[in-house]
C-alpha cells in the first residue's frame, strides 16, 4: 500500500494564535481554572485544528515549560549528531542538558529532545495529542514530559533522559549479556502498571501502540511508558468501544482491533501479552527470518504456553535456565490470558498488575555455572570432555531451589564481559532481526480519527 506523505511545513500553523475549526465540526471549549485538571481530547482529524485558546494557556497549571527553537539547539548543540539517540515515526532524538539557568525552576539534567519531521508520516496532531496527555497524566511509569517547543512550523518535546534506552534495545541488541530473569519480570510489572493507570483514570486513556520500543527504562530498568501519540481517550457512557482508524504495529496489535477497528481496553491488554512473550522467549513479535509458522510470536507460542512440557521450548535460551519454574508458569498463563482472540475473556490490568507483584519474590532461580563454548571448524559449538562432566554434574547440584539467590537490576547476574557471551544456535538470527527492525506500523488507511 501506498502511504502518501504530507509536507506539514505547509499546513501546520503557528501554536501563538488559535485556529478556529471548520464549522461543520463542533467546537469544545476549554474552561480556564485556576487549578489544572483534565481535558478531553479534541477532535483532531484535521491536521491544522488547534486548541481554541493559546495552547500554553489552555495548558496553564501543566508546570510544562515552553521552550524556543533557539533554546533547544543550545541544549542539543544544534541538535549534534554526537548526541543523536534514535529515530522514530515520529522524527529523530537527541540528548542535550539544561542548564539550571534556563528556566526559574527547572533544575539542572538531562534531556531527550524529539523534533518533527516534517516530511514524515507523523505530524502536527500527534505532537498535539502527546503534549495534551503527557501534560496532564502524571505516573511513576509514565514517562515525564518537562516541556515542548511550538515555533512557527517546528514541533519538538522535551522528556526526561531515559539511560537505558528503550525495552526492545535492551531485550534485543546483539553482543550483548541477556537480562536477567527478574529484571524482566520488573519491567513486565512497571509498564503494567502504566497501563492500569491509563485505564484506570478518571477519564479513561487508550494506549493504543504499546510494544517493546515504546517501554524505556532508566539506571534501575524501571519501565516508562512513552510515545501516546496515538493515544485516544476510552469510550465514555453506555459506549463500549472507540471507533478509529487502524493504526499501531504488526504483531502487537489485538486482531479485533485490526478487523473492525473498535478500540478498547483489552486492545492494550492484548498488546501486553505479546510483549510479556517477547519478554519470556526472546523473540520479537513479528520475525519474517524464521519459519512461517514461528514467524508471528503470539500464534506460534500461545498453544504452547498452558502445558509446563512444552513451556522449555519457547524460554529464551540466553536464561540459560536461569529463572523461575514457578515464576515462569504463571507469567506463561498469563500471557495465555491477555492474547485470548475473545477481549472478554482477557483480564484487566489491574489484575495483571496482582498477577505479577508476587513474580518478582519467587526464588527458586537456579544458579548454574558459566561454561564458554568454543566454536569448532565446522560452526557449532562444542565442549570438551571436563567441561561437559562438570554441567551434568552441576545441573544436578542446582536440582533444588535455593533459597538466598536473587537477581536485582542485572547488576548481580554473572559478570562477563559481551565478549564472552556463551554461543547459541539462535545467535544469527537475532543479529539479522536487530538489523532489519521488524516492527512495521500498519497503515489501514480509513476515515475518521
Known amino acids: 500500500m501506498t502511504v502518501m506523505k504530507l509536507t506539514w511545513r505547509l499546513i501546520i500553523p503557528s501554536c501563538s494564535k488559535g485556529v478556529v475549526k471548520p464549522e461543520a465540526k463542533p467546537k469544545n471549549e476549554v474552561v480556564k481554572q485556576s487549578s489544572f485538571t483534565r481535558l478531553a481530547m479534541l477532535d ?44 522514530g515515526g515520529f522524527g529523530q532524538v537527541h540528548k542535550g542538558f539544561i542548564d539550571d539557568k534556563l528556566r ?79 529484571t524482566r519480570m520488573k519491567i513486565a510489572l512497571g509498564a503494567a502498571k502504566g497501563l492500569a493507570y491509563l485505564h484506570e483514570a478518571e477519564k479513561p486513556v487508550i494506549y493504543r501502540d504499546f510494544k517493546a520500543s515504546n517501554i524505556l527504562l532508566d539506571s534501575d530498568y524501571t519501565a516508562k511508558l512513552s510515545d501516546f501519540g496515538l493515544a485516544k481517550d476510552g469510550p465514555e457512557g453506555d459506549d463500549t468501544h472507540v471507533s478509529t482508524r487502524v493504526m499501531g504495529t504488526q504483531g502487537y496489535a489485538a486482531p479485533e482491533y485490526i478487523m473492525t477497528g473498535h478500540l478498547t481496553a483489552m486492545s492494550d491488554v492484548y498488546s501486553f501479552g505479546v510483549v510479556l512473550l517477547e519478554l519470556l522467549t526472546g523473540r520479537r513479535s513479528l520475525d519474517k527470518n524464521r519459519s512461517q509458522r514461528e514467524q508471528n510470536l503470539a500464534e506460534w507460542a500461545r498453544p504452547m504456553l498452558n502445558d509446563p512440557r512444552k513451556l522449555g521450548r519457547v524460554m529464551d535460551p540466553r536464561l540459560e535456565g536461569q529463572y523461575s519454574d514457578m515464576g515462569a508458569r504463571q507469567a506463561a498463563a498469563l500471557a495465555y490470558q491477555c492474547l485470548s482472540h475473545r477481549p472478554k475473556q482477557r483480564p484487566k490490568m489491574c489484575d495483571v498488575v496482582k498477577t505479577l507483584e508476587p513474580l518478582q519474590d519467587y526464588e527458586d532461580t537456579p544458579i548454574g555455572p558459566f561454561v564458554y563454548t568454543v566454536p569448532t571448524e565446522s560452526g557449532s559449538p562444542k565442549e570438551d570432555k571436563d567441561t561437559s562432566e562438570f554441567k551434568k554434574k552441576s545441573k544436578k547440584e542446582n536440582g533444588h531451589h535455593h533459597k538466598n539467590h536473587k537477581l536485582h537490576h542485572g547488576h548481580k547476574h554473572q559478570n562477563r564481559s559481551p565478549k564472552m557471551s556463551p554461543i547459541h544456535s539462535e545467535s544469527d538470527t537475532l543479529k539479522q532481526n536487530y538489523r532489519n527492525g521488524l516492527n512495521s506500523p500498519l497503515h489501514h488507511k480509513a476515515r475518521g480519527a
Open 44 to 87: 483532531l482529524s484535521y491536521p491544522g485544528s488547534m486548541l481554541s485558546e493559546d495552547l500554553s494557556t489552555s495548558l496553564a497549571g501543566s508546570n510544562l515549560h515552553v521552550f524556543t527553537l533557539g533554546e533547544l539547539k543550545v541544549v542539543t548543540q544544534s541538535f549534534s549528531s554526537a548526541n543523536f539517540l534514535g529515530e
Open 104 to 182: 526559574p525552576g527547572l533544575k539542572a539534567q538531562p534531556v531527550a529532545v524529539k523534533r518533527l519531521d516534517l516530511e514524515g508520516l507523523q505530524g502536527h496532531r500527534e505532537w498535539l495529542t502527546e503534549v495534551i496527555f503527557l501534560a496532564q497524566l502524571r505516573h511513576p511509569h509514565l514517562v515525564k514530559l518537562i516541556g515542548y517547543c511550538c515555533e512557527e512550523e517546528h514541533r519538538l518535546l522535551v522528556y526526561e533522559y531515559m539511560p537505558r534506552g528503550s525495552l526492545e534495545n535492551q531485550l534485543f541488541r546483539r553482543y550483548s549479556v541477556s537480562l536477567p530473569w527478574a
